[in-house]
C-alpha cells in the first residue's frame, strides 16, 4: 500500500524557517498533487497547500510547498515562523487506485 | 460563504450503528465531491471515502468496504455517512470536507463506541 510518510515532529525559533518533507513509499510523487493541512488542537483541520503548490485565500504567503521527484517527497516550508504556526501539519495525495491517502502527521513546535 | 455543518456527537454500543450528517452551503452542491475523514483519539487522519454528490457514486477507502455508506440529499444539500457494526476502535471525530482539496472541513462530529 502507498504510504505518506512525514517526521513526527520539528521545532524552531520563531522567525526562523522550517521545512516539513513527506516522503511517498513508491510510484511518483509527482503523478498527484499533494495538499498540507494544519490542525491546531482541539480544531478541526484546514487546508494551508493545495495542488502542491497553492495558497487559499487567507493563507500567509510564509506557506508555501514544492514537489521534489528526485527523492518522491513533498514539502511544506513555512518562513518567519510564529508562536501561532505551532500545529500539527499533514500531507495527503492519492495512491494509484485513487484512494486517499494522509502523512501520519507533524507537530511543529515554535520555541 | 462556503460551510459545512455536521451533526452532533453520538454514543453507540458496539455492534450498533452511526448516520452521520453534513450540511453544505455557499456553493453549487452537485458541482463538487464530499470526502469523510475520522481521526481517533490522539491519533492522525484516516481518509473513509468520497462521494460524487451530482450522481451519487461512491468511491471507499478498502479499509472501510462494506462497512461504510454514504448518500446525498440534493434538495437538502446534505451529505451522510453511515458505519455499520461499530466496534470500539471506531470511536473517533468524523469530519466531511469539500472536493478537491478538501477545503473547507466541517466541525466533526464525535462517535463513541462503548459498551
Known amino acids: 500500500n502507498f504510504m505518506l510518510t512525514q517526521p513526527h515532529s520539528v521545532s524552531e525559533s520563531p522567525g526562523k524557517t522550517v521545512t516539513i518533507s513527506c516522503t511517498g513509499s513508491s510510484g511518483n510523487i509527482a503523478s498527484n498533487y499533494v495538499q498540507w493541512f494544519q490542525q491546531r488542537p482541539g480544531s478541526a483541520p484546514t487546508t494551508v497547500i493545495y495542488e502542491n503548490t497553492q495558497r487559499p485565500s487567507g493563507v500567509p504567503d510564509r506557506f508555501s510547498g514544492s514537489i521534489d521527484s528526485s527523492s518522491n517527497s513533498a514539502s511544506l516550508t513555512i518562513s518567519g515562523l510564529k508562536t501561532e504556526d505551532e500545529a500539527y501539519y499533514y500531507c495527503q495525495s492519492y495512491d494509484t487506485t485513487n484512494q486517499g491517502v494522509f502523512g501520519g502527521g507533524t507537530k511543529l513546535t515554535v520555541l | 460563504q462556503v460551510q459545512l455543518v455536521q451533526s452532533g456527537a453520538e454514543v453507540k454500543k458496539p455492534g450498533a450503528s452511526v448516520k452521520l450528517s453534513c450540511k453544505a452551503s455557499g456553493y453549487s452542491f452537485t458541482s463538487y465531491h464530499m470526502h469523510w475523514v475520522r481521526q481517533a483519539p490522539g491519533q492522525g487522519l484516516e481518509w473513509m471515502g468520497v462521494?460524487?454528490?451530482?450522481?451519487?457514486?461512491?468511491r471507499n477507502a478498502r479499509e472501510f468496504q462494506g462497512r461504510v455508506t454514504m448518500t446525498r440529499d440534493t434538495s437538502t444539500t446534505t451529505v451522510y455517512m453511515e458505519l455499520l457494526s461499530l466496534r470500539s476502535e471506531d470511536t473517533a471525530m468524523y469530519y466531511c470536507?469539500?472536493?478537491?482539496?478538501?477545503?473547507?472541513w466541517g466541525q466533526g462530529s464525535l462517535v463513541t463506541v462503548s459498551s
Open positions: 470536507a469539500k472536493s478537491p482539496w478538501f477545503d473547507p
Open positions: 462521494i460524487n454528490c451530482a450522481n451519487g457514486s461512491i
